[in-house]
């Protein structure tokens, strides 16, 4: 029973402390998405240049659960095309990605 309650103990104050590292700022995401973004080269084969944005797709798509991400900027995102409505209900955030051969491929949320 004392092994327990000292199990018990260890996870209520161990857990507050994990779910407080592991959540990810919006600040941090735009930085990672940034980061990302600049390993997309005309250098990389057109599979390497998708999986990196596959890659942003889903750290966007993550970061647009948090809260606060309706008005947040992602000002140094220059590669993102951001419209809110005027009554600021619906935000639309899009983004494109140049293949070789000339096309693109389009995304957004």
Partial sequence: M???KIILTLFAILFPLLSAYSQETLPSIEAQLKDIHCRISIKNTDQENIRLNDSIAKVLESSLHLPGSMDYPF???????????PDKKTRTITW???????????SGF
Avoid at 96 to 106: C, D, P
């Fill in 96 to 106: 494109n990605l140049e293949m070789k051969g000339g096309t693109y491929k389009f």
């Fill in 2 to 4: 004392n092994d327990r």
């Fill in 75 to 85: 000002d140094s995102l220059n590669f993102l095309g951001k419209i809110t409505s």
